[in-house]
């Protein structure tokens, strides 16, 4: 079925997009505009969809996913794929969809959809930009409240409330968002010997709680003959979940559980951030930026094993508490150029502090009594110091042809301290050009190629626990960023009746792979495992209906991903560790205006990723979702949804296959998880006020 619907629509996507693009269709009055590689759509266009907010609207856009930006080094590296009025909002934890939530549907004039240089550092590297032209609507205030019902019965909610206001020579928005989380996970565990016997038999009950809140706020002014903006985003949260697995021994059903394993998992987590941007205009369409962003990640975990056998008598128990604060703070300036001339050159330079400071204790208790484990690296302190220099360049060649490219330089130092010491100084050059090319309104194509940077989490210089896989991992003081080397070629096709098709292959030389291994210290945790190739295709498409089915409209979004890696351990070719595939979203909306009612459905196909730790290998399936739903605006000045999600259950299943000493070793068994999840039915509702 999967296969099936990423074949056949995208197929007939093409078909049309190639006959309509940058047509007016006889059978559909046109509802958006494209010119200079520029598709606009008005506010009109979003009207039968009823949008609260332009993170709904950027939502409907066709053939667009959105793109909070990606996890690399600094401020600029990580650009997502939508700008508002032109700019990047001065955020990097969830930034991107804060700032569009906040900005009310009716303050949205259009959105610009941005196809080839939407400028070089905004969104570097980025195929398609949605730019979100808004104008000031002081007073304007938004609800939303969402109720769902899990699989076990319980209700979850969310709410949340936004607030535009003016305060002098001030325009501020606030957006404040709370919810309960309560979702069941039940499943079994089967285990195996070397020889395939089976062993043990595990139930088990997973119930866990979400409980978040979130503040963000922007503030924006004139000053010094610019523009100031301030950025604030606060966001407390705890998750807290009781796992408890009865076993039976050999698999035998036939009497009382001989084992229990309960398991607790406790974190507390506050996330705080703060960014302030000036923009001013200079003379002859030049423009300069400043901007400073810090950002803070403070979390408390505490872990529980106890275990029983026969139950009711306690064996042993372990108990482990980890707390890891982290900051970071950015300081960039860029200075460029826009206008309708044809080249328009960028300068800027960045300067990044970023500190993680962990601790982790584990204690053991048992009938030989009780022991603390000494891991190592269990407590360090890690510090990055990085500055970077880039020039950039747009050159429009003609009108149909045109060139992005520039180059940035980055020396950094990161230094360990605490249980390990280490101090590692880097030096890396980061060019990247772009050949863009629009044959007729409508159709682009693209060529390019970029050289990027990871950026590391420092979490895996510090030795964790979890107590779920019964895993612990040592810290590695010794690690680099990895690098990633990037030949990319894209189709945009496009009609002005929603219709749309973008293409994407690619293939990356990675250097530096950060995999598990066992490390010089003896113990097993993530190193720079060696190099590694990834290729695939990202496909994502708009197909309207009309006139056989009015109203209607099928997206998919596809990505399908392989790769090759020399195993460190085996010596064997494998797949790179964690990567999913394959991604495929398929959705059917029929947008009934005159009733005021929309429906439709959506799948989502399995996802399967293998992961590769020093002693384990690990498959993972994340099985097929359908969802249905229908909303109506019916009610003067509210929008009603409501969906039924998960229907016939989804599924998860994992098999984990160990060896003893490592994957080189011999093979000691294995293990099957199996767990599923109930359908949710969610009712949201919303509204202006």
């Keep these: 079925m999967s296969r099936k619907i990423f074949i056949i629509s995208p197929a007939l996507m ?3 997009c190639v006959a309509n693009a940058g047509l007016p269709s006889a059978q559909a009055q046109p ?66 969809e804060d700032a569009l939530s906040r900005v009310p549907a009716d303050a949205v004039t259009r959105i610009d959809l941005i196809r080839g240089s939407a400028g070089a550092s905004e969104t570097a590297g980025q195929a398609i930009v949605a730019n979100v032209i808004r104008t000031t609507t002081s007073g304007s205030s938004r609800w939303e409240a969402q109720l769902k019902r899990a699989a076990h019965g319980r209700i979850n909610a969310e709410a949340e409330l936004s607030l535009s206001r003016s305060f002098g020579a001030w325009e501020t928005s606030t957006e404040l968002d709370a919810m309960i989380n309560r979702q069941p996970l039940d499943g079994t565990r089967i285990s195996r010997d070397a020889a395939g016997a089976l062993s043990l038999i595990e139930f088990e009950s997973r119930p866990g709680t979400v409980r978040r809140i979130t503040i963000s706020a922007e503030a ?26 009865f076993g039976f021994d050999g698999g035998m059903l036939d009497g009382a559980p001989e084992a229990r394993r309960f398991i607790i998992f406790d974190r507390s987590l506050i996330q705080a951030e703060f960014g302030a941007d000036w923009s001013r205009p200079l003379a002859n369409d030049w423009s300069v930026k400043l901007l400073s962003l810090s950002s803070f990640d403070n979390r408390d975990i505490e872990q529980g094993v106890f ?81 970077e220099i880039f020039a950039n360049v747009i050159w429009k060649a003609t009108n149909k042809l045109s060139v992005e490219t520039g180059v940035g330089a980055e020396l950094s130092e990161i230094t360990v301290s ?55 991992t040592a810290g590695n003081p010794e690690l680099g960023p990895d690098q990633t080397t990037r030949l990319s070629f894209s189709t945009d096709l496009r009609s002005d ?25 003896g113990g097993q945790g993530t190193a720079n495992a060696g190099s ?40 064997e070719r494998r797949v790179v560790s964690s990567i999913d595939s394959p991604n495929i979203f398929a959705q059917f909306r029929q947008d009934l205006i005159e009733h005021r009612v929309a429906w439709g459905f959506s799948y989502r196909a399995q996802t399967d990723s293998l992961f590769f730790f020093a002693d384990e290998e690990s498959f993972a399936g994340d099985g097929r979702r359908w969802a249905v739903f229908a909303e109506t605006t019916r009610i003067p000045g509210v929008k009603t949804n409501l969906e039924f999600a998960g229907i016939g259950k989804q599924n ?25 999840r109930g359908m949710q039915v969610t009712l949201t509702m919303s509204g202006r006020f």
């Excluded at 484990?373 to 500055?387: F, K, S, T, Y």
């Excluded at 929603?498 to 210290?521: C, K, M, Q, T, Y």
């Design 14 to 16: 093409l078909a049309f």
């Design 418 to 472: 605490g249980d390990a010491d280490s101090t590692q100084s880097f030096f890396f050059v980061k060019p990247f050009a772009t050949l863009i090319y629009d044959p007729r309104p409508g159709i682009q194509l693209r060529l390019g190629a970029r050289r990027t940077v990871g950026q590391l989490d420092f979490r895996d210089f510090a030795a964790s626990e979890s107590a779920a896989s019964n895993r612990v």
């Design 497 to 521: 009746t929603r219709g749309a098709l973008n293409v994407e292959v690619f293939h990356e030389w990675r250097s530096d792979v950060l995999e598990h291994i066992v490390l010089p210290s």
């Design 652 to 676: 998860f299943f994992r098999n984990r296959r160990f060896f003893d000493p490592d994957r080189s070793g011999i093979f000691t068994g294995s293990q099957n998880i199996s767990r599923e």
């Design 532 to 571: 590694a190739r990834v290729w695939g295709v990202k496909t994502n498409g708009s197909l309207p209906l009309s006139p056989v089915i009015p109203g209607g409209l099928i997206e998919v979004e596809a990505e399908f991903l392989d790769s090759t890696f020399a195993d460190p351990i085996t010596g």
């Design 220 to 245: 924006k002014r004139d000053a010094a003959g610019g523009v100031l903006t301030l950025n604030g985003r606060f966001n407390p949260e705890t998750f807290y979940t009781e796992t408890e697995r």
């Design 307 to 387: 275990s029983e056998r026969p139950v009711g008598a306690e064996t042993s128990n372990s108990r482990s508490v980890t707390s890891q604060n982290s900051f970071e703070t950015v300081l960039r300036a860029v200075a460029g150029r826009s206008g309708e001339g044809r080249l328009k050159p960028e300068f800027g330079a960045e300067f990044a502090y970023n500190r993680l400071d962990s601790a982790l204790s584990l204690r053991v208790e048992d009938a030989s009594g009780i022991s603390n484990i000494a891991l190592p690296a269990a407590n360090v302190l890690v510090e990055e110091l990085r500055g």
């Design 31 to 96: 509802v958006s505009t494209i010119e200079d590689g520029v598709q606009s759509y008005p506010r009109a266009y979003f009207e039968q969809y009823h949008p609260q907010t332009a993170l709904d609207m950027i939502d409907r856009l066709p053939g667009f996913t959105l793109d909070a930006g990606e996890d690399l080094r600094g401020f600029g590296a990580g650009a997502g794929n939508v700008l508002i009025n032109g700019e990047r909002p001065s955020s990097k934890t969830g930034g991107i």
